[in-house]
């Protein structure tokens, strides 16, 4: 079956350490994968799409690899702040699709 | 500024009644979405619609209808066929071609009296 998976359990890290969140995927071949930020009660909010042909992307203290081969893409804060505390969902996009394939969500806490 | 709006914030059904969730948005995008989401777990897509006058049911359209009249509006309906409508519900909208990010509304959380 085909399924998306990220880490339930909440990524605890100290304010100024990088904080890495993973994002695992089996029986699919997306054409592309963004991460979306959601804070408690909001709606999510984009950060980050990579294509299937990129191998990284970076965006100010962000980066995101996507490796097609472990079907798998990582999430990287570095210097993280306690602003940065959120849930972190992972999506994937198939060629053409109209559907997006949503995680579950990693929630990250940063402490000062 | 452009974005999505969804109403009401909070929303409380009783039993047999059907209940209305707004969605606008003016970034005339041409795609909108209503997804589902629970605790633990993803965002579970209902129904979409590509343009106006046209939608698609979703993974979990039983117990849901939708209309799209407007460019603007795509308005989802929970009927009373739905016997678990209690979750957060968020609309979101995505312009073409596609390989662009959908932008959310801040969503309507759904409570049974």
């Known amino acids: 079956s085909q399924k998306i998976e990220q880490n339930s359990e909440a990524l605890n890290i100290q304010e100024g350490k990088t904080a890495t969140l993973t994002c695992n995927y089996t029986n699919y071949s997306p054409a592309y994968l963004q991460w979306y930020r959601q804070d408690p009660g909001r709606g999510p909010v984009f950060l980050l799409l990579i294509r299937e042909n990129e191998k990284e992307k970076r965006k100010e203290r962000l980066k995101v690899t996507f490796d097609t081969t472990l079907k798998q893409s990582l999430f990287h804060i570095t210097a993280s702040q306690p602003a940065d505390s959120a849930t972190y969902l992972c999506a994937l996009d198939m060629a053409g699709g109209f559907k997006t394939i949503f995680g579950a969500g990693t929630r990250l806490f940063v402490k000062a | 500024d452009g974005g999505i709006t969804q109403s009401p914030k909070y929303l409380f059904r009783k039993e047999g009644q059907n209940v209305t969730l707004s969605c606008e948005q003016n970034l005339n995008h041409d795609a909108m979405y209503w997804y589902r989401q629970d605790p633990g777990q993803g965002l579970r897509l209902i129904y979409y619609?590509?343009?106006?006058?046209?939608?698609q049911k979703g993974d979990i359209a039983e117990g849901y209808s939708v209309s799209r009249e407007k460019k603007e509006s795509f308005p989802l309906t929970v009927t009373s066929a739905q016997k678990n409508p209690t979750a957060f519900y968020l609309c979101?909208?995505?312009?073409?071609?596609?390989?662009?990010?959908?932008?959310f509304g801040d969503g309507t959380r759904l409570s049974i009296l």
């Open positions: 979101a909208s995505t312009d073409y071609p596609l390989e662009q990010p959908q932008h």
């Open positions: 619609s590509q343009i106006v006058n046209d939608f």
